[in-house]
Each structure stands twice: as C-alpha cells, then as structure tokens.
C-alpha cells in the first residue's frame, strides 16, 4: 500500500489531504453544533418568565457557584490551547501533560455542575417545575453532555497517543477535539452572559 504523501511544511495535523479534509469536515459538524445550540437558547428565552409559581432566576443563581464553573471552563481552554502548543513542537510529553490538566478541569466543571443541579432540585426546582426550568436544565445538561462526551473521547485520544506516539493522524484528532472544547466554552460564555448573568439583573 502506498504511503499517504505529507506535506511537512504544514502544521502535523495538516500535513496530509486526509487529516485537512477531516478538519475541514469536522468545522462543518460544529456548524450543526451552533445550530442545535441557538435552538436551546431560543427555546430557554422563550420559556425564561414562565415560572408557574415556582423560584426564578433570582431565587435560584448563586453567582459564587457560576464564577467557580466558568473559571475551570476559561482555564481549561488555556490549558487545552498550550496543549496544542506542545504538540505543534513535536513534545509529547507537554502534550500529555496539558491535556490531562485541561481533562481534569473539565471533570471538575461537572462536578460544580452536578452540585448546582442538585441544590436546586433540593429546593424544588426540577425540570417539570416550569417552563422556565425545563429550558434551563434542557440547555444546561446538554452542555454538560458535551463537556462529559468530550472528556471520555479525550481519554481515549490519550490512550491511542500513548500507544502510537505523536503522528500526523494522532496530532490531527487532539487538533480536532482542541476545536471542540473551545466551541464548548465559548457556548459556556454564552450561557454565563445571558443565563445567569441575564437572570440576575431582570
């Protein structure tokens, strides 16, 4: 079989036609990612005054709590772009490192996440509570889906670059899920903005 012709003047996760056209393919999945998004944060607009009798925004967002998730999501980004920093200068072992940071900080996201979620059911605001708190929880957990999603897929990347070491496919996977956490925080941002922040100053 013929090996697959690199062009090595380019980043080693462009350098060959198949890692370019899997980028190229996976910008046009997050453009179905924004999408699904803008459709959750209408949805939660539309519904965000229908409270039914039960706690609003104000009643329910501690700020503390929100400032906590945000800074591990922000933090992660960085540390998610120094990992690909790392990879750009072919050192492996910077890779390793900053990814399994930017991994840890993704897991302790959810778990702030989880919490929040569970003092609220703990004071009575689940998702058939309202219409408000159905949009809510809709748009917040399936953020936090992808959060979880990403870091198991990240785990698994980390397991093959362990195996096969750093190539043009293996650098070309991190380069892709790099492009999802930072679409997954920029939602985050999103979300911290017009959410809580949005609810707080009605």
């Not at 949009?135 to 936090?144: A, E, R, S």
Request: aromatic share 16%; with cysteine.
């Amino acid at each position: 079989m013929m090996s697959e012709h690199l062009d090595t003047s380019l980043p080693l996760e462009y350098q060959s036609e198949q890692s370019r056209l899997n980028i190229f393919g996976f910008w046009i999945f997050l453009g179905a990612e924004i999408a699904l998004f803008a459709t959750l944060f209408a949805t939660y607009f539309v519904l965000s005054g229908s409270t039914a009798g039960g706690p609003d925004q104000l009643d329910l967002f501690k700020i503390k709590d929100v400032m906590t998730e945000t800074i591990l999501l922000l933090v992660s980004s960085f540390t998610c772009g120094l990992a690909i920093f790392s990879m750009r200068n072919n050192n492996k072992k910077g890779l390793l490192l900053w990814f399994i940071i930017t991994l840890l900080l993704g897991a302790g996201f959810i778990y702030f996440e989880l919490h929040e979620f569970i003092d609220y059911v703990h004071e009575g605001a689940t998702i058939q509570t309202s219409g408000f708190l159905s949009g809510f929880f809709v748009l917040l957990g399936t953020h936090g889906l992808h959060v979880s999603m990403g870091i198991l897929w990240g785990i698994l990347l980390i397991i093959q670059l362990v195996k096969r070491g750093l190539t043009p496919v293996t650098s070309r996977k991190f380069f892709i899920i790099s492009l999802y956490w930072h679409f997954l925080d920029v939602v985050w941002i999103f979300i911290f903005t017009f959410v809580y922040l949005g609810g707080l100053i009605q």
